[in-house]
Nanobody, 121 residues
Framework: QVQLVESGGGLVQAGGSLRLSCAAS????????MDWYRQAPGKQRELVAA???????NYADSVKGRFTISRDNAKNTVYLQMNSLKPEDTAVYYC???????????????WGQGTQVTVSS
């Protein structure tokens, strides 16, 4: 079994910063990708930032230049540093990972429980 546990959400004023963390644990052989998604009320879940085990990163246009995704492979942890936050960044942020497990030939998709980020104007 694999778990993703997120932390770091909260309430911040516009222009402020938050850092989200997501730690993967369990029967992990390797982690292919680790991503951050978000879902605002009444909207679809959207990809915010993604990173591969090789360090390639990708960002949504709306967060480029403000958010930074990073990964500590030794700790199976991904981070999302969010700067210059805007009210429109308010959402539940979800960690997602594609993981290869021991004794399995398949990769599996896992989601964290979500952490609320609220940006006040």
């Amino acid at each position: 079994q694999v778990q993703l546990v997120e932390s770091g959400g909260g309430l911040v004023q516009a222009g402020g910063s938050l850092r989200l963390s997501c730690a993967a644990s369990g029967s992990i052989f390797s982690i292919r990708t680790m991503d951050w998604y978000r879902q605002a009320p009444g909207k679809q879940r959207e990809l915010v930032a993604a990173t591969t085990s090789g360090g390639t990163t990708n960002y949504a246009d709306s967060v480029k230049g403000r958010f930074t995704i990073s990964r500590d492979n030794a700790k199976n942890t991904v981070y999302l540093q969010m700067n210059s936050l805007k009210p429109e960044d308010t959402a539940v942020y979800y960690c997602h990972a594609i993981i290869a497990r021991y004794y399995s030939v398949s990769d599996y998709s896992y989601w964290g429980q979500g952490t609320q980020v609220t940006v006040s104007s």
